[in-house]
């Protein structure tokens, strides 16, 4: 699938995105920002978010978002192996239970963890080989608690995470035989990309600095021990002294500032804005980022709140992940599926099905997005997925549908070339959509009724036919490319 492909003429400032004959702000401008912010919303919520300004609903979605609590306890979120020994259950039960977690967070939850997932993407740990859960839903915490906060200090509190430091072989990083792929991950990985700033020496010596994290009791909490640590000199990025840890965090954003910046601004801007980076715009933010302490809650503000995000040739560019497509269409229409359907096991298995297991990323560099997400193999699962969910709806209740129809288009709107465009106005991000894709919707809608039916008056929204054709309509428009894109 080919998203937009232009010459670079997008707007370059990241000045607020004022209001104006210009800039309008309308509900399809709300819709664009909860699908990028969020996993998308329904109808019913937009009469009262479009009366905020840009700016306003950027603060308030980033404010309702820090409210939150992390999510609690399981019930075994501290536990040891002998615990998962006797529980009576393989640990794979337990991370699906957490799988399912996740995906009631994402639902439910907005931005924040739009951004817990952006983030385990990047700080990634691979559930299976590790496997513990406790170990998982501890790493899932500690990103949702710092998706806000300063940076440097989330790189720092990540590194000692029991997860990572199993994942990356932190625990087997000692004195005596110092193991590099942590320090060598933290550079490339994490915060300033492959082959750029640093040297194999620089891996080398931060290994060394970094071991010591090594004592487990019982497959429970890592934590340091004296006699594992190396405290001889160690030379990195040019500076020499006993460097621990925390001196290893500390001369990182002290040396290579600059480059951490680029870095993580890129990585942002190409998950939430465009795949195709604006140089210009990165320079200027990794700016802002630098001179704000590396403050992730002012640069998300600056990012969002700006002319750039909200320009037109950044509309349409980004692929839905399978999570995006899932979550957007639940989001979208509010439907009650059947008691005995389980929606969290279809959400889990669906989403690793198209390629996006949570929690367990493909390999260290994590699930690569946009275009990757497309293959030949992969859209037609994802026709025949939300086709799945589209008749568990209708098995549940078929007025669903009318209802919706409704709350889009009105009670009096009986023009089905005008109430399939308002449908699309909802469901699709702002785009011309070709006149053949148009008149092909139109007549799926229309369904076997005669056209004298929608100029006489003989049909209304409330026919008992309306049903069928909003559920005929919808499932045609999901197949459309477009669909596919945010």
């Known amino acids: 699938m080919e998203t937009k492909m232009r010459k670079s003429c997008s707007n370059n400032s990241l000045a607020p995105y004022l209001v104006n004959s210009e800039n309008k702000w309308d509900e399809k401008k709300v819709l664009f920002v909860l699908r990028r912010l969020g996993f998308g919303t329904d109808i019913n919520k937009l009469s009262e978010l479009v009366n905020y300004s840009p700016s ?22 501290n536990w040891t192996a002998s615990d998962f020994n006797e529980s009576g259950r393989n640990r794979g039960q337990f991370f699906r239970d957490h799988q399912r977690i996740v995906f009631r967070d ?76 942590y320090s060598r991950e933290l550079y490339e990985l994490f915060t300033l990309g492959e082959g750029n700033g640093y040297t194999q020496e620089d891996i080398t010596e931060t290994s060394r600095a970094l071991t010591g994290y090594n004592s487990r009791n019982n497959q429970g909490p890592i934590s340091f021990n004296e006699k594992w640590y190396d405290s001889g000199q160690k030379t990195i990025f040019g500076r020499t002294g006993n460097w621990n840890y925390n001196d290893v965090i500390d001369i990182l954003f002290e040396e290579k500032k600059e480059l951490i910046g680029i870095f993580i601004c890129t990585k942002l801007y190409k998950y939430f804005i465009n795949p195709n980076v604006n140089q210009d715009i990165i320079n200027q ?26 320009d037109n040739y950044n509309i ?155 559920y005929r309509l919808i499932g045609f428009l999901i197949k459309l490319p477009e669909y596919q894109l945010k």
């Not at 992390?70 to 019930?75: C, K, L």
């Not at 924040?112 to 983030?119: I, K, S």
Request: proline letters at 4%.
């Open 285 to 310: 933010l990794s700016n802002y980022f630098i001179e704000n302490n590396f403050s992730l809650e002012l640069l998300y503000k600056k990012m969002f709140k700006s002319e750039h995000f909200f």
């Open 316 to 470: 349409n560019v980004l692929i839905k992940s399978p999570s995006d497509l899932l979550c957007n269409l639940f989001n979208q229409l509010k439907f009650k599926t059947s008691d005995n359907f389980n929606l969290d096991n279809f959400f889990i298995y669906k989403s690793r099905d198209m390629g996006q297991e949570v929690l367990n990323p493909v390999d260290v560099a994590g699930w690569q997005g946009d275009q990757y997400w497309i293959s030949t193999g992969s859209l037609p699962m994802r026709w025949e997925f939300v086709d799945d969910l589209l008749w568990r709806f209708w098995q549940k209740d078929k007025i669903q549908y009318q209802n919706f129809l409704k709350n889009i288009v009105g009670n009096n709107d009986t023009n089905p070339t005008s109430i399939v465009k308002k449908v699309i106005d909802f469901m699709f991000c702002e785009y011309d959509i070709k006149e053949e894709d148009l008149i092909d919707a139109v007549e799926v809608f229309k369904s076997d009724l005669p056209d004298i039916y929608y100029e006489d008056g003989t049909w209304n929204i409330n026919n008992d036919t309306v049903p069928l054709q909003t």
């Open 56 to 77: 306003d609903l950027i603060d308030k979605i980033i404010d309702d978002a820090k409210s939150l609590d992390v999510s609690p306890d399981p019930g075994w979120a």
């Open 106 to 181: 994402l639902l439910n939850n907005g931005f924040r963890d739009r951004l817990t997932l952006f983030w385990s993407n990047h700080f990634v740990t691979e559930y299976y080989m590790y496997n513990h859960p406790a170990y998982a839903f501890r790493y899932y915490n500690n990103i949702q608690k710092n998706v806000f906060g300063n940076f440097k200090e989330f790189v720092r509190i990540i590194g000692l995470d029991d997860a990572m430091l199993m994942y990356l072989n932190g625990f087997e990083n000692k004195n005596s035989k110092p193991n590099e792929n």
